[in-house]
């Protein structure tokens, strides 16, 4: 059966502390996989990896990938408040679907 | 560019009566999501469609949930008769492609409370 799991499922740090949020994942056909930030309203896409090993970056975000180990991270640094917000990871069923299954979430609190 | 339009906002309804959500895609988006969000089932999806046809509803619920897209522009997700076990945030998002090649656009959802 497809799964993603994430964890921490909750995290608070303090501002400018660094996290590191995690992604991992059993698929029979493995793809790719996307983060999501959701704050109030809806998921916006961060970043979508394909390949073991290689960073992606924007700003303070970054991404990376293993595919041998099944897992993904996603670092924060210099976290700010305006980072605060439920990070989803997920990817796409096994087959040729456009279908998603996302993890339950981390929840990240930043405070001042 | 418009991003995925979705109506209404928030829907506060009685249990029994028929609910309608609409969603206007991402112009030139070939495939349209459906899904739900609760705090205890997190995000599920409820059906997709690609090119207008329902490819897969194997997540929506029961016979009381029914989805159209009668065209490239609009679909509509429809709860009838609503119970309040469906209050939910549900989402509508729309991709270029399949999810292996590229990511979905959601909408801000329709927060839906049934009394």
């Known amino acids: 059966e497809d799964k993603v799991v994430q964890s921490p499922l909750s995290l608070v740090v303090h501002e400018g502390d660094t996290v590191t949020l995690n992604c991992s994942y059993e698929?029979?056909?493995?793809?790719?996989l996307l983060w999501y930030k959701q704050e109030k309203k809806a998921p916006t896409f961060l970043f979508m990896l394909?390949?073991?090993?290689i960073e992606k970056k924007s700003g303070r975000l970054s991404s990376i990938l293993d595919k041998k180990e099944l897992f993904s991270i996603l670092n924060i640094t210099a976290t700010q408040t305006g980072d605060s917000a439920v990070y989803l990871c997920a990817v796409p069923f096994s087959g040729n679907t456009g279908k998603l299954i996302f993890g339950q979430g981390t929840t990240l609190q930043v405070k001042p | 560019d418009a991003g995925v339009i979705q109506s209404p906002r928030h829907e506060v309804t009685e249990m029994g009566q028929e609910v309608t959500l609409r969603c206007k895609p991402i112009?030139?988006?070939?495939?349209l999501f459906w899904y739900r969000q609760t705090m205890m089932r997190g995000l599920e999806l409820l059906i997709y469609?690609?090119?207008?046809?329902?490819?897969?509803d194997s997540g929506m619920p029961e016979d009381r949930f029914s989805a159209k897209m009668p065209n490239a522009s609009f679909s509509t997700l429809k709860i009838q008769p609503s119970e309040p076990r469906d209050s939910a945030v549900y989402f509508c998002a729309s991709s270029l492609s399949t999810a292996s090649t590229g990511p979905q656009h959601f909408g801000d959802g329709t927060r839906l409370s049934i009394l």
């Open positions: 698929v029979t056909n493995f793809r790719s």
């Open positions: 394909t390949s073991s090993g």
């Open positions: 112009s030139g988006h070939d495939y």
């Open positions: 469609f690609n090119n207008n046809v329902p490819i897969d």
